[in-house]
Antibody, heavy 119, light 108 residues
Framework: EVQLVESGGGVVRPGGSLRLSCAAS????????MRWVRQAPEKGLEWVSG????????GYADSVKGRFTISRDNAKNSLYLQMNSLRVEDTALYYC????????????WGQGTMVTVSS | EIVLTQSPGTLSLSPGERATLSCRAS???????LAWYQQKPGQAPRLLIY???SRATGIPDRFSGSGSGTDFTLTISRLEPEDFAVYYC?????????FGQGTKVEIK
């Protein structure tokens, strides 16, 4: 079964850090680009970051640029998001998603991990 | 950044009716890179349509997509009870990839 499982969320103070992980299974991980997408409570979807199959091409939303770092370990079938200098407005459910290798659409999603930034 | 504006915000319909959802872009989007997702409460989004009009694996043929340039449409030909959800359009041809704000399809 093709699956993505996120972990690492939690409650953190403003200015703090968290590292999210996304474990992939059921497909050849290093064939695919990967994405992080977040959803604030009762709000819509916001693309956060993306990485190509080997980490050679990376992009960030302006809202997180300079604070978040995406990475991947193909040997461990895992995607990561290092989140530093967290702000209250980063509070959201964070999803990892697979980008289909030919179309680029986000065809597989995890169930998400919740990040709450609060004092 | 390409801004996607979805309308209406909420669509109140009965099962069996036709739903037409609109997505308008602030600048031209390549038809190859326009997608639609469905999200139900407490669930992750699910890919419905990619490349404007191609159905993702397992998506029933009552879902169809169309459009070009700056105007795109998702049509659900006959609403089934499981189709009541929030729908998002997305462009993934120009970074940053962006989503519309969503259209909620609710039971009338």
């Amino acid at each position: 079964e093709v699956q993505l499982v996120e972990s690492g969320g939690g409650v953190v103070r403003p200015g703090g850090s968290l590292r999210l992980s996304c474990a992939a299974s059921g497909f050849t991980f290093d064939d695919y680009a990967m994405r992080w997408v977040r959803q604030a409570p009762e709000k819509g979807l916001e693309w956060v970051s993306g990485i190509n199959w080997n980490g050679g091409s990376i992009g960030y939303a302006d809202s997180v640029k300079g604070r978040f770092t995406i990475s991947r370990d193909n040997a461990k079938n895992s995607l990561y998001l290092q989140m530093n200098s967290l702000r209250v407005e980063d509070t959201a459910l964070y999803y990892c998603a697979r980008a289909h290798y030919t179309t680029g659409a986000f065809d597989i999603w995890g169930q998400g991990t919740m990040v709450t930034v609060s004092s | 950044e390409i801004v996607l504006t979805q309308s209406p915000g909420t669509l109140s319909l009965s099962p069996g009716e036709r739903a037409t959802l609109s997505c308008r872009a602030s600048q031209s989007v390549s038809s190859s890179y326009l997608a639609w997702y469905q999200q139900k409460p407490g669930q992750a989004p699910r890919l419905l349509i990619y490349g404007t009009s191609s159905r993702a694996t397992g998506i029933p043929d009552r879902f169809s997509g169309s459009g070009s340039g700056t105007d795109f449409t998702l049509t659900i030909s006959r609403l089934e009870p499981e189709d009541f959800a929030v729908y998002y359009c997305q462009q993934y041809g120009s970074s940053p990839w962006t989503f519309g704000q969503g259209t909620k399809v609710e039971i009338k």
